[in-house]
């Protein structure tokens, strides 16, 4: 590994860079101990709902869970009774909403849920972040982040506790993940630019991004599409270094969005098997 310090003009950026190889930390590394299957939302469903998309951006709150679908249709659900509860289109209707992650604060003390922070992942790559209700949600803020050099789809994930953003894109030879302050909700329009990134963490191996996120120090990053495997990596936030690259063998459907809930790690994967649609697991992890 090696770091590189970046002068910046707001801030003193770090940049971590990383060999593939070496799987080690200073620290505890996380490893899944366990899977489980929690549900398939054809079987929790009214036959009345009818999904429309792709299962992309994934995200636990409680009891309840956000699925957002490419093209921007929502489904809430409650995981504790195993149930769609609310199926609805929102005004995301070109987005990809490759991933999608709660922030820390409800946009006011009536909303249903914190703020939902939805990747756009292709055109102008923004964050859309929502306020989401049991029957519509509203775009309360976009978020961008202006850079000429960045090609190709970008995402967005979040860190709740530690109150940071993570601009995730770039090749599958350095994928990186750039750290921003998680802006006031209350403006509707924030323009990030290379001099406001606060970190910059490197990492190689991630053929297929999907959902992301961090937490506890780490990022999770789940790789992979039929036929290519499906591949968890965990990168240490505070080194650089993947302390974690596991084929979850039992999984053959595609990995899309990822949440943790206490030990457990929530992810919906993409069947195409007719009606079913979304499968979700949970993976323990120790």
């Known amino acids: 590994m090696r770091i590189c ?3 910046l003009t707001a801030a003193m950026a770090v940049s ?9 930390s200073a620290r505890k590394a996380p490893r899944i101990v366990k899977t489980q299957l929690v549900g398939r939302l054809g079987e ?6 009818v999904f429309k998309g792709a299962p992309q951006g994934f995200a636990v709150h409680g009891k309840n869970a956000v699925l957002v679908r490419d093209r921007g249709q929502v489904n809430i659900l409650d995981l504790k009774q195993k149930k769609v509860v609310a199926v609805y289109s929102t005004a995301l209707k070109k987005a990809h ?4 992650g709660f922030g820390p604060a409800k946009y006011s003390r009536d909303s249903f849920l914190p703020l939902l922070y939805v990747t756009e992942c292709y055109g102008d790559r923004r964050c859309f972040v ?29 860190d709740p506790r530690g109150g940071f953003i993570y601009a995730y894109g770039g090749p599958p ?20 630019t290379p001099d406001d990134v606060l970190e910059v963490v490197t990492f190689t191996d991630v053929r297929i991004p999907q959902g992301s996120m961090v937490r506890k120090g780490y990022a999770f990053i789940p790789d992979g599409c039929p036929p290519y495997p499906t591949i968890m990596h965990v990168v240490d936030m505070g080194t650089g270094e993947k302390v974690l690259m596991e084929e979850l063998k039992d999984l053959d459907a595609e990995p899309e969005g990822i949440d943790m809930k206490g030990k457990w790690i ?7 098997s007719k ?11 120790r």
């Open 5 to 7: 310090h970046l002068m």
């Open 44 to 49: 929790w469903k009214d036959s009345a709902m």
């Open 173 to 192: 030879s350095g994928r990186y993940l750039k750290k921003f302050p998680i802006p006031d909700p209350k403006v509707p329009e924030v323009r990030y």
């Open 97 to 100: 909403c490759n991933n999608a």
């Open 16 to 24: 971590f860079s990383m060999a593939a190889s070496p799987l080690a």
């Open 275 to 285: 009606d079913i649609n979304t499968n979700i697991y949970r993976l323990k992890i």
């Open 130 to 158: 929502l306020d989401i209700d049991r029957d519509s949600a509203r775009v309360v803020q976009e978020i961008y982040y202006q850079d000429p050099a960045q090609k190709g789809p970008m995402d967005w994930c979040i």
């Open 266 to 272: 929530y992810m919906a994967f993409f069947s195409k």
